[in-house]
């Protein structure tokens, strides 16, 4: 029986010496995911940096449109000054992969889309078009969710005064 006993012995340290390794190297793991910030607030810091990164892909056609000197000469249809209606088809894409990475992101606006918000559901009911290739009618495209956007925002405005 000694040989038997010494194999047990044996296979018993050896799980042992397994046991501690798998231990060390999981508490090793975890100081180490917790360093490079894999916590608790891991989701919301995620959530939180995708949604910033949503508006910094928005902030091009916001900057050409908010600077756009003919755009404020030309009053209400500024949208369709030549320097807003060229930047707007050229960051179209980028603007609208932002749009939906902002609201997969933000809680806020999740919020203003359940409540009902007519920019929010503008916004994503036309970030679609933005990613049509620009072989197929940019200029139409753009025109089309600018005067969109006018449009329903417009209605939207128009209905929330009646009630």
Known sequence: MGFFNRIKKGIK??????????KRTAGKTVKGLKSAGFNKNFGKDFMKGFAMA?????????????????????????????ISLAGSILTAPLTSVGVVEELIGSKKKQKKLKSGDADTITDLALAPLGLIPIGGGSAVKSAGKSVGKRLVSGVGRGLSKLF
Not at 13 to 22: E, P, T, W
Not at 57 to 76: H, R, S, V, Y
């Open 13 to 22: 340290s050896a799980g042992n010496k397994i046991v501690k390794g798998v």
């Open 54 to 82: 949503g508006k910094a892909l928005q902030a091009p056609e916001k900057f050409i449109t908010q600077n756009d000197p003919l755009a404020k000469k030309m009053g209400g249809f500024g949208f369709l000054s030549p």
